[in-house]
Nanobody, 129 residues
Framework: QVQLVESGGGLVQAGGSLRLSCAASGRTLSSIAMGSIAMGWFRQAPGKEREFVSAISWSGGNTYYADSVKGRFTLSRDNAKKQVYLLMNSLKPEDTAVYYC?????????????????WGQGTQVTVSS
């Protein structure tokens, strides 16, 4: 089992910044090859489908971004703490959504939500205009 806990959401004005954190824990993380693990962020706005935001591999540190957030969001990780951080700058009202952290334990696409095995409870991000 893997537990994911997000934090850092809130209300911010357009142009502002927020940093989301996701802490991962669980015995499963210790027993499988770290190189295959990826951590991702997805978001879901009311009435819309869950969409990919960003992802990172634990070992290689490769990061991936949706076109809509590229250049504004930065994803980083702390392997020792098993945490990932999503720094969101220049926020726009269209970034308003519930943001979910997810863990993918085996190989597969970084971009598809169905490839991820574990999910956090989500954290609300609201950007006012």
């Amino acid at each position: 089992q893997v537990q994911l806990v997000e934090s850092g959401g809130g209300l911010v004005q357009a142009g502002g910044s927020l940093r989301l954190s996701c802490a991962a824990s669980g015995r499963t993380l210790s027993s499988i090859a770290m190189g295959s693990i990826a951590m991702g962020w997805f978001r879901q706005a009311p009435g819309k489908e869950r969409e990919f935001v960003s992802a990172i591999s634990w070992s290689g540190g490769n990061t991936y971004y949706a076109d809509s957030v590229k250049g504004r969001f930065t994803l980083s990780r702390d392997n020792a703490k098993k945490q990932v951080y999503l720094l969101m700058n220049s926020l726009k009202p269209e970034d308003t959504a519930v943001y979910y952290c997810a863990a993918r334990l085996a190989g597969g696409s970084y971009f598809e939500h169905y490839e991820y095995d574990y999910w956090g409870q989500g954290t609300q991000v609201t950007v006012s205009s």
